[in-house]
């Protein structure tokens, strides 16, 4: 007879936490949420309590740590739990980094997670990593949906700076450009993005991990 997996769901957004509890009970499988919780921190104590197997906890849920030292401290505090990334964030590197972390699985939260969180909380309880399609797809191939390869070193450094809020005027002057080149960089930004404004340059930029690769690069 099969196990029952004990699993934890930790997740700051409440539609997005019943409705991966909501999944797992239509699936009438051998998982049982043994716990929901809003953040890492409420969460913590009750996880050798429970006696958890899995935690499905969503990479931006603890205000106090990065998704890396919350990664860190539960594998040092409970070594026996298996750990799934829930996000936003589809970036080759990042994935790579979860799982050297200790994360046995990835679920990106675009892909159908309807199909997706079963078979990964099955993979997972196996001892196997996994990754949902989409992430799995990007660190196979190591190509994710924006083409860095258009972007220039200005280009780089225009979006860093946008991030941190300065203006197209304060941007030329401080890369020594024209704004006229500002502009036209930040309309190469949005194509590339996806995006139709410039509110939402940063925000999608963020989300694909563009900002996160050059800062690294």
């Known amino acids: 007879m099969r196990r029952t997996i004990r699993l934890m769901i930790i997740d700051s957004n409440d539609l997005s936490r019943h409705g991966l509890e909501a999944l797992i009970l239509r699936s009438q499988s051998t998982v049982q949420v043994v716990g ?19 935690l499905v906890i ?8 990065d998704i890396y ?14 750990l799934m ?12 980094q979860l799982f050297a972390w200790g ?33 799995s797809g990007l660190l196979f191939t190591g190509h994710a949906d924006v083409n860095t390869t258009e972007l220039n070193q200005t280009d780089i450094e225009i979006l860093r700076l946008i991030d941190r809020g ?9 890369l020594e450009i024209t704004s006229r080149t500002v502009y036209r960089s930040r309309s190469k930004l949005r194509t590339l993005l996806g995006v139709s404004t410039n ?3 940063v925000s999608s930029a963020r989300q694909k991990g563009l900002l996160d690769e050059q800062a690294g690069g």
Do not use: C, W
């Open 36 to 54: 929901s919780f809003h953040s890492l921190e409420e969460a913590e104590p009750e996880l050798a309590k429970l006696h958890t197997h899995i």
């Open 69 to 82: 030292t919350a990664l860190n401290q539960l594998r040092q505090s409970h070594p026996q739990l298996s």
């Open 103 to 135: 994360a046995s699985g990835f679920l990106y939260r675009e892909d159908r997670l309807e199909a997706s969180l079963m078979i990964g909380i099955e993979t997972v309880n196996a001892g196997h990593f996994y990754a949902s399609p989409r992430a």
């Open 199 to 201: 509110e939402q340059i």
């Open 85 to 96: 990334i829930l996000s936003q964030r589809l970036n080759v590197r990042y994935i790579r």
């Open 166 to 174: 300065f203006t197209p005027k304060e941007i030329a002057a401080k």
């Open 58 to 65: 969503d990479d931006d849920v603890s205000p106090k740590h």
